[in-house]
């Protein structure tokens, strides 16, 4: 999916908690609760999405007992590696610079789709003023551009408001996350190619729970074996490619 940037402020946080045996704690997964259809807050506050479903499947699965925590993204990393939760499941993409600081389970998805989105069809990217969420791979690929402007926000809904007031030409985010946005509002519109970022989506752990990434790296796998993991990605996640 999306996700990138990490502070210096995460990477100096240590570990303020190691996980337990399962059977002597309860396992709490951390996730936005604020990226339909991956993770968001349904009408009665609980988390739902793609990620719930997975996420309780993967638990049961592992014969682990769960519970949701909700976290603002630009301090997810750092408050897992505190411990205020034992794992992230909340469509952070799999980078080099985040496995620097965490670990990672397999993919739960494949590299997703990226795609812009503005007002107008006559946008020339490689010049335009072009919104992301901060700490996200979509943020990184902007900034990364030559002659790109990148104007960043908190949360991904932000972005989209900066292109329908004018403070933003396009906002570049998941294609899963865009899709009903702009199945929602004519004035929107997809725009350019389709951009390929990360390698999948997955868990993250602190470095110190491995026993516990690896109890969650093999549900995973069974559920890519029996082919349920593809029923949800089709489910949730229709744009998005198959294992």
């Known amino acids: 999916m999306r996700r990138l940037i990490l502070t210096t402020a995460a990477i100096a946080l240590s570990a303020g908690a190691v996980f337990a045996a399962a059977h002597e704690q309860t396992v709490r997964l951390g996730t936005e609760g604020a990226y339909a ?17 997975l ?20 301090s997810i990393i750092p408050n897992l590696v505190s411990g205020n939760y034992d794992a992230i499941i909340a469509g952070m993409s799999i ?19 990226s795609v812009y989105v503005a007002a107008s069809e006559d946008i020339d990217l490689s010049s335009a003023v072009i919104a992301a969420q901060a700490g996200t791979i979509q943020a990184s690929e902007v900034a990364s551009m ?14 989209v408001a900066a292109v329908k007031n004018g403070e933003a030409d396009a906002v570049l985010a998941d294609k899963a996350f865009l899709v ?7 004035e929107l519109m997809m725009v350019g190619e389709d951009v390929l970022l990360g390698g999948g989506i997955g868990m ?3 470095e110190s729970d491995a026993e516990l990434r690896e109890k969650f790296t093999a549900a995973i796998e069974s559920m890519k074996e029996d082919g349920s993991l593809n029923a949800l990605i089709e489910k949730w996640l229709p744009e998005s490619a198959t294992f």
């Open 95 to 113: 980078t080099e610079e985040r496995d620097e600081v965490i670990d990672f389970s397999a993919p739960y998805t494949q590299p997703d789709p």
């Open 204 to 206: 993250g752990f602190r």
């Open 146 to 159: 030559e002659g790109a402007v990148l104007v960043e926000f908190a949360t991904p809904e932000e972005t």
């Open 180 to 186: 009903p946005v702009v199945d929602a509002d004519p």
């Open 37 to 53: 259809p991956y993770n968001f807050l349904n009408d009665a506050g609980e988390v739902d999405g793609f990620e719930r479903e």
């Open 55 to 74: 996420g309780d499947e993967l638990c049961a699965r592992a014969e682990l007992t769960c519970e949701w925590v909700t976290n603002e993204w630009d």
